[in-house]
């Protein structure tokens, strides 16, 4: 069964500071992964996803196998920062684009 | 812009009564998803359309939830006979089959007393 863990339901940190907001998957398949992001009184939004490797906003996330793992890092946490991210899972390939997403943290930046 | 929209916005309603959610994909996108987001479930996938059929709505309560496309352009979710523990915000989005990207609406924020 496709399954995705986020751990923390809410990260506090200070501005400037590191942010790490942690993913876990399970899925026997080669999966794609997304991080999707909801700022305040906005629609849920993409924010990137594994197969691009880009970096939007400041953040990356590498796609780890070995730990299923698809973490969300920033080396330097912004004010407009604080939001609620949802990690995602897609299977890979075919013609499904249905996502499974994780319980969501909830990322808040103290100035 | 495209937008996914859906209405109403906020609906309070009281135990048991019937609650009805309508979504309006982006033109030409062919399939079609209802979530609902609570603290503590985060994002939970109710039903899945593709193409108007429904694909898989295995995380819908079968005995009170109902999801259907009447049309391409239209989407609905009902729940009958509502109960408090359906309140929630309740998400629509669309997006082309094979694509990686889900387009979300402003969802529905359902409140049951």
């Known amino acids: 069964a496709q399954r995705v863990t986020q751990p923390e339901k809410l990260l506090s940190v200070f501005k400037g500071a590191p942010v790490e907001l942690k993913c876990n998957y399970s899925y026997s398949g080669s999966p794609e992964l997304f991080w999707y992001v909801q700022y305040s009184r906005q629609r849920l939004q993409l924010l990137l996803r594994?197969?691009s490797r880009e970096s939007i906003k400041g953040f990356t996330a590498d796609l780890n196998k070995g730990e299923t793992s698809f973490h969300l890092k920033k080396p330097f946490a912004q004010e407009e920062d604080s939001a609620m991210y949802y990690c995602a899972l897609k299977r890979g390939g075919g013609a499904t684009n249905k996502l499974i997403f994780g319980t969501g943290t909830l990322l808040a930046v103290q100035p | 812009d495209a937008r996914v929209t859906q209405t109403p916005r906020h609906k309070v309603t009281e135990m048991g009564q019937e609650v009805t959610m309508r979504c309006q994909p982006i033109?030409?996108?062919?399939?079609v998803f209802w979530y609902r987001q609570t603290m503590m479930q985060g994002l939970e996938l109710l039903a899945y359309?593709?193409?108007?059929?429904?694909?898989?709505d295995s995380g819908m309560p079968k005995d009170r939830f109902s999801a259907e496309m009447p049309d391409a352009t239209l989407a609905t979710l009902k729940i009958q006979p509502s109960e408090p523990r359906d309140s929630a915000v309740y998400f629509c989005a669309s997006g082309l089959s094979g694509a990686n990207v889900l387009t979300f609406g402003a969802g529905s924020r359902l409140t049951v007393l």
């Open positions: 033109l030409g996108h062919n399939t």
């Open positions: 594994h197969i």
């Open positions: 359309f593709r193409n108007r059929a429904p694909l898989d």
